[in-house]
């Protein structure tokens, strides 16, 4: 199994939502978070106070998936949340040791 | 604005002893003593509520809008205490002192606890004077009115030593520079015998001599340029001196939390400040409404001009910026509402947005203080300009109204510009060097008592959780 973490554009979030869900992933968990890479930051100014903020906002995806979806998913978050200008993000893998549904108790494959 | 000596005269106004003196021999036709005006009280009672508006909850939200959540409720919190505070110091003897018969300093102790104001065994209300001969305003009404000038006054200082200073050490301050430095200078500014007391020429230099000194003087303050702003701006500068700068300035970011809070505090600041200037003609007349119609159009245009400003200087107009003009514009015509006509409001308001937008920036590098707020900037600065404008745009030659040149026969007339220019930089000087004194003495005193500031984790962790055991938001 692998948990794959996707940072995108926040505005992208639908898109991707809906790239996944048509492959089959059933769930995902959304953070907002703050970052940057290559894309600039931008100024704010409050009276005589000038602050540069780098921090752009972005949104977090994570979804648990079965190892064999792997290329499908990478597939779908790069198309879903492309817009060909810097800023649209990364795609991380890691490999997922275990998963528990919780309510039934069910592991591994059974429970993503 | 004045009242009448304290209550050794049982139900005497000062107008009925006007009409006793002039016609000896009691007639058929003789005046009884005039009563307050319906339309007066209801629009002073009115004004009163609209600046107690103006402290709570207006400049609580403009002031707690530009410091981070975590400081959010300590700033809600020293308004409304210190607001509340300095309501009952006034009620107990801050009027008192402020404007009954004393010297041309301070005033005595005949209205201690308002007694006299109101005589419960006849039913009877004590009257004050307003600017209007035989037109006397409920005395009640106007200890009320002028609580809310105190009161707010000693808010305003809060805004330089937010989001450091201690909340023990904000109460000691506000007693302290209340009594020493709001009163002597509400006194000196606008304490006098009222015009009923003005029945013979040969009585004038007598009464004048009971009045404040800056009164005596002739400045022109109408509703608190020197009193108010200039008092609390200075104030306010000696603080972000004395108590330091916030752990991390200038390092880390400091951007307000909630610039919509800031915005519908100052839109509150704006009509609640037609109570605190049209108010200040003490009646429902055309000097309110001159008051209230600069203070309508100049508050607009310093909107504007600080925008401008902003965009041509800085790249972008911002709503800070915006809310900050329309301050600026409201500070700077406080001393001027009732004192200029509608040219002076267009030029006073225009420069304030422009001479305040730099006082936040340039002169505030130059200072080199962490004037949290910009108190100085805008309220010292503002009420700087609005105060020696006066002196110009009184003249009658640039459309304002005047002023009495004697008060016998209420004769208008104008003071040469420089003249009048000079009497106002005058005020304005004792009041700077006044306010800066106490102000010092008064941190100081705090300081030994209690301490400035809190400790340096609780101002990193905030003020709400440290001082007041509260957060404002649950995120």
């Known amino acids: ?112 | 604005m004045a009242q009448d000596k304290a209550a050794e005269a049982p139900a005497a106004t000062a107008a009925a002893a006007a009409t006793a003196a002039a016609a000896p021999a009691a007639t058929a036709t003789a005046t009884p003593a005039p009563t307050p005006n319906k339309g007066d009280t209801a629009w002073m009672l009115t004004s009163t509520a609209l600046v107690l508006l103006m402290s709570v909850p207006a400049l609580a939200l403009f002031y707690g809008g530009l410091v981070r959540s975590k400081n959010m409720l300590s700033v809600l919190m020293q308004v409304f205490v210190t607001f509340s505070l300095i309501t009952v110091l006034w009620c107990i003897y801050g009027y008192s002192l402020a404007f009954t018969e004393g010297n041309s300093i301070i005033g005595g102790l005949d209205r201690l606890f308002l007694k006299g104001t109101f005589d419960a065994a006849k039913g009877e209300f004590s009257m004050a004077a307003t600017f209007s001969k035989g037109t006397p305003m409920y005395e009640m009404v106007f200890v009320a009115f002028q609580a809310t000038f105190a009161a707010i006054t000693c808010c305003l200082i809060l805004g330089s030593v937010v989001e450091r200073m201690k909340f023990s050490a904000v109460l000691i301050f506000m007693v302290i520079w209340f009594t020493f430095s709001y009163l002597p200078l509400a006194h000196m500014v606008w304490f006098w015998m009222g015009p009923d007391a003005y029945t013979d020429p040969k009585l004038v230099d007598e009464l004048n001599a009971k009045a404040g000194m800056l009164w005596q003087w002739g400045a022109l303050d109408f509703a608190g340029g020197t009193v108010v702003h200039i008092n609390a701006g200075v104030a306010g500068l000696v603080g972000a001196f004395v108590v330091g700068k916030r752990v991390g300035y200038g390092k880390e970011a400091m951007s307000p939390h909630s610039l919509t809070m800031t915005m519908v505090g100052a839109a509150m600041l704006w009509f609640g400040w037609f109570g605190f200037n049209a108010g200040s003609a003490l009646e429902a007349n055309g000097a309110a409404s001159l008051a209230f119609m600069n203070t309508f159009l100049a508050t607009a245009c310093a909107v504007l001009t600080w925008i401008f400003g902003e965009w041509i200087f800085k790249g972008k107009p911002s709503m800070l910026g915006a809310a900050s003009g329309a301050v600026a514009g409201l500070v700077a015509i406080t001393p001027a509402a009732g004192n200029v006509g509608i040219p002076g409001a267009f030029v006073i308001g225009s420069l304030a947005g422009l001479v305040c937008l730099w006082g936040v920036n340039g002169l505030k590098k130059m200072l080199g203080a962490d004037d949290a707020l910009d108190v100085f900037g805008v309220h010292a600065l503002g009420g700087i300009l609005g105060a020696l404008l006066t002196g110009i745009f009184n003249n009658q030659d640039l459309g304002g109204p005047g002023l009495v040149t004697d008060w016998v026969t209420v004769k208008v007339g104008s003071n040469p510009i420089m003249d009048q220019v000079l009497i106002q930089a005058k005020a304005v000087g004792v009041t700077v060097i006044w306010t800066a004194v106490v102000a010092y003495i008064a941190f100081k005193i705090a300081d030994v008592i209690v301490g400035l500031r809190v400790a340096e984790e609780a101002e990193r962790e905030g003020l709400d959780l440290n001082e007041h055991g509260e957060a404002a938001y649950h995120m």
């Open chain 1, 1 to 112: 199994m692998k948990l794959v973490t996707a940072i995108i554009k926040p505005f992208k979030l639908d898109e991707v939502r809906e790239a996944l869900s048509a492959i089959g992933v059933q769930g995902v968990t959304v953070t907002e978070v703050k970052g940057f890479g290559r894309q600039k930051g931008h100024t704010e100014l409050y009276r005589g106070a000038e602050y540069v903020v780098d921090f752009l906002p972005k949104v977090k995806i994570e979804a648990a998936i079965k190892s064999e979806m792997l290329d499908q998913v990478v597939e779908a978050i790069e198309k879903s949340a492309n817009t060909g200008k810097i800023g649209d993000g990364k795609i991380f893998v890691f490999e997922l040791e275990q998963v528990y549904r919780i309510r039934t108790g069910e592991t591994g494959a059974d429970a993503l």
